[in-house]
């Protein structure tokens, strides 16, 4: 009896920072969210509801949603595609391997924003190499309909060494024997993926998918830095959204109704995982 | 001696440092904010210099601002809502004004400016820098949007500078399918501020407006006709590339001042770089008025710059000293002479000098004069924001334009009940 009871002791410091740090801004951004605010104005005043039913009916909400969700739907599934194939490769024995690794976390390691910067190079109509190398004269940044492809392409790119590396470490912990069990018992290649490896790197694999799911979700620097949102907000996320309305038009009432909205869908999506963890667990 | 030598010495080092530190202190130094000085610094370094030798005790340090408009407005609403004393004079854009002076940001100017001398500038930026019939600002140079034409290709196949919109399609069209990679008309359609100040120059040229008697008249018939015009520019005339769509100033200027093109859209800075040496348009372009639509009246987006004072400054009298040298007819003189920054004062559109040096400022006289200013209201910035993608997608065909204008109408009453 004793000593879960001073544990729980032990815990209430680490609650209280806790709670002072998330719980505390989330509840004032909540309650934020409920007013008419314009802070160089000094206009604030309590609206209820009325932020809540203009997003509802606020069709530039709604492109932000199913930007966000395309461009998480897409990068996530190609970055695991990828990603998983590359630790495969990785795992094999061969000569310089360790450097290999080392290139292939490259990517991971450029600040974004300088990465976005450089792809934006890329992919510049007249100067571009990818034009250069296409023979083609395509406006990735600037048509409607090549610009969020254009944004998920580096964004793969970028976060594909991460998600790599992480399924790397998880393949090596699988107990060497299963495979030279299978091996004996005649198992093919494709066999061994499917019974050995992928139940046993789902926990890793679920971890990886929380992680890049929630970044993705809540994209800003790359697709800020790399197209602004723009053209014609084709690729403006629900970040990018809150953050202009926040800090460009200066609206903190209906920004931080943006922000709850972000904060509920990332909440509903973690929730979501942690369960789908928990049974794989199990 | 010896010993005593080396001693008199620091005690004169000593002292004198006290002397410096001391006159330091009877010295002034005011924050000039703006923005990158277009072409070459040397003649504005000049200016500053002038003026701290001829106000001992002040001296001036300037410091350049981010390129992008919107990232300037950003440092300034940051740094003045956190009550920033780092800087006291600031350069604006002639759409902030307001909205600075709203928010309490401005010293209040009107007392440097008489009744007479307020005449002495143009119209526009003087609405553009009061605010409930008080002066924050001091109009400090001016720009509206004109046309550039191919002066040697339009006499080529017989046509004067079009007057209204649809002549500029039909001399474009005329043209380009006569002659080789040419395109007929650009101008500046990415998501940004200078898309709007596009659109409202279709807008008011077919009577339309976005706040008519303090009314959001933006989704009105007028202007739902003028931007679906924008649209056919590309899609049905196909006298516009679709490259506009992403293209601000300067790389319309670019293609237009290598010869590509018939028409464009720009701001008068364009018209000092085509005529230099070894340009390949030089002595071709000649500059218009906006055309306009028959029921509306040709109409140029007013631009420019304009000088306030932050309030939290600490030495206002010498940042006003400073402001009335900047915005002085004979400062102005010289920067339109070596920088070719347009005077906002009218006067100078008849000095000898800086026709003989300019013979093109002449005509943008009359331009200046009709210039119209955005909305002048606190709230412009916030309507612009939620204006710019709407335009985008319209011209890029991703919205209709009544879709898209209704959806502006939507997000500007919606921003304006604020006020209520």
Sequence with gaps: MKEPESGNRFVVPALLLLSLVTVYPLIYVFYLSLQRRLLIFDISRFVGLDNYIFLLRDDRFWNAMKNTAYFTVVSVSLELLFGLSIALLLNRQFRFRGLVRAIVLIPWAIPTVVSARMWEWIYNTDFGILNYLLGTEINWLGSPSWAMNAAIFMDVWKTTPFVAILLTAGLQIIPRDLYQAAMIDGAGSWAVFRKITLPLLKPVILVVLIFRTLDAFRVFDAVYVLTGGGPANTTETLSIYAYKVLFQTLQFGYGSTLSVIVFLCTGGISLFYVKLLSRGMK | ?420
């Design chain 2, 1 to 420: 001696m010896r010993r005593l030598l080396p001693s008199l010495l620091i005690f004169l080092i000593i002292i004198n440092c006290a002397k410096a530190d001391r006159d330091k202190k009877d010295v002034v130094t005011i924050i000039f904010k703006h923005g990158k000085i277009a072409g070459d610094p040397e003649p504005f370094r000049q200016l500053l210099e002038r003026f701290e030798k001829e106000n001992p005790g002040i001296k001036i340090k300037d410091e350049t601002l981010p390129a992008s408009t919107d990232e300037q407005h950003q440092f300034y609403v940051i740094n003045l809502e956190g009550k920033s004393s780092d800087f006291d004079v600031l350069s604006m854009d002639v759409i902030w004004v307001p909205e600075f002076a709203r928010a309490g940001w401005l010293r209040d100017l009107s007392h440097l400016l008489s009744e007479k001398e307020r005449d002495e500038f143009f119209e526009g930026p003087m609405q553009a820098v009061s605010y409930k019939g008080r002066v924050y600002a001091i109009p400090w140079y001016i720009d509206a949007g004109v046309l550039y034409y191919r002066k040697d290709l339009l006499q080529k196949y017989g046509f004067k500078p079009p007057e209204t919109w649809q002549e500029l399609v039909k001399i474009a069209q005329h043209i380009i399918s006569r002659e080789k990679r040419l395109y007929g008309f650009i101008w500046q359609g990415k998501q940004y501020e200078g898309l709007v100040c596009n659109a409202l120059e279709y807008f008011w040229s077919n009577g339309g407006d976005i706040l008519k008697d303090g009314k959001v008249v933006i989704d009105s018939p007028e202007n739902i006709e003028a931007l679906s015009f924008m649209r056919d520019l590309i899609a049905k005339y196909k006298i516009t590339p679709p490259l506009v769509t992403t293209a601000t100033e300067e790389p319309t200027r670019h293609i237009f001042g290598s010869g590509r093109a018939v028409f464009m859209r720009n701001w008068p800075y364009a018209w000092n770089i085509f005529e230099k040496d070894g340009s390949p348009v030089k002595g071709k372009v000649g500059v218009a008025p906006m055309p306009s639509f028959p029921k509306g009246r040709s109409a140029s987006t007013l631009g420019g710059w304009q000088l306030g004072i932050n309030r939290y400054s600490r030495h206002p009298e010498a940042a006003e000293r400073f402001v009335k040298f900047l915005t002085s007819g004979e400062a102005q003189k010289t920067l339109a002479l070596t920088i070719g920054y347009k005077p906002t004062r009218k006067s100078l559109y008849k000095d000898r000098d800086l026709i003989e040096k300019q013979p093109f400022i002449v005509g943008l006289y009359e331009v200046f004069l009709n210039a119209r200013p955005r909305p002048v209201s606190p709230y412009y910035m916030m309507m612009s924001q939620v204006l710019q993608p709407e335009l985008s997608a319209a011209i890029a065909g991703i919205k209709t334009p009544d879709e898209a204008l209704k959806s502006a109408r939507r997000h500007i009453d919606h921003i304006l009940e604020a006020e209520k």
